[in-house]
């Protein structure tokens, strides 16, 4: 696979763009559209579905890291479709990226590379994409190491017209409910999914404690509660760089609690979830006999913190 290569210029200033619309929009809406707070139960059941369902249960941990593997795999494709109405882009450009960022963590070639500055990783990152991946994909480098997902015909669609589930989530809102709905429903959770995984990139290399040294040796990423609470279990991420392919990442303190983990369990315990992957160290500290270790997280660990 070919390096990752940002753009030393902004290359994508049509997101830049849109992205301060929705930040306008947002504004906007806070003004004319205060009184209808009662709907703030529908943003919460949307960040649940759009942020844990789509998100972190489907593209991350399903998708990106196959941590485990739902029973069904029309299941599947739904959790990744809710992940599209976050708008974070296509399934397989975000796993792609995603995956590059754990292969070159904290390096020119990790695609938010923290050592930028806060901002660069944050969210300017965004603008200074490797020409391969803005759209429409040039090459074949776009793909590359995603190929078990590329194959799926179903996700080759829906990463070429990601934007579809989003705009008919917001045409749903505004049949029922008009523009408060499209505001509460749609604007706000929208905003609070994408700060909320762009605080992983940004705060997460940055700030709270580690408790593995990881590989690569450049990889400076920190557990933080903060980020645990508004990424739904995301923020745990120095144990996510040390057992990338575990479904659990709040490990050994009681605080790290992983809601994105409970929600996996529920599914389990339903019978929904075939296989998922826990690596020997965690379940050996935790008491659980039950295992599927994860050959990579386990080579991937030095030690563990005092
Ligand atoms: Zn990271
Ligand atoms: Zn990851």
Request: proline share 5%; net charge positive.
């Amino acid at each position: 696979m070919g390096h990752y290569k940002p753009s030393e210029k902004p290359n994508n200033i049509m997101v830049l763009c849109f992205l301060f619309a929705l930040h306008g929009a947002a504004l906007f809406g806070l003004i004319f559209f205060r009184s209808h707070w009662h709907l703030l139960p529908l943003t919460c059941i949307y960040i649940f579905l759009i942020q844990n369902l789509g998100i972190t249960f489907g593209y991350h941990r399903c998708l990106a890291h196959r941590s485990f593997e739902l029973r069904y795999k029309w299941m599947e494709r739904l959790f990744v479709t809710f992940g599209c109405c976050g708008f974070q882009m296509g399934p397989i450009w975000w796993c792609s990226i995603h995956r590059m960022h754990h292969k070159y963590s904290d390096t020119s070639q990790d695609p938010h590379d923290r050592t930028k500055g806060f901002w660069y990783s944050h969210i300017i990152w965004l603008i200074h994409l490797d020409p391969h991946y803005t759209l429409p994909p040039k090459s074949e480098f776009y793909f590359d190491n995603v190929k078990d997902i590329y194959a799926d015909p179903y996700y080759r669609w829906l990463d070429k017209y990601f934007f579809v589930p989003w705009i008919c989530s917001l045409a749903a809102f505004y049949s029922i409910g008009a523009w408060p709905w499209v505001f509460w429903g749609g604007i706000i959770p929208f905003l609070y999914h994408h700060h909320a995984t762009w605080l992983v990139n940004s705060v997460t290399h940055r700030l709270g404690y580690r408790s593995f040294e990881t590989k690569p040796l450049t990889d400076r990423s920190t557990n933080n509660w903060l980020i645990g609470l508004l990424a739904i279990g995301e923020g745990w991420h120095n144990n996510h760089h040390a057992f990338p392919s575990s479904a659990k990442h709040g490990f050994f303190r009681w605080w790290e609690l992983d809601l994105t983990y409970i929600v996996i369990v529920l599914f389990r315990n339903l019978g929904l979830v075939n296989s998922l992957k826990i690596p020997q160290q965690v379940t050996n500290a935790l008491g659980q006999s039950s295992t599927y270790a994860s050959r990579q997280s386990v080579k991937i660990i030095v030690r563990r913190a005092k």
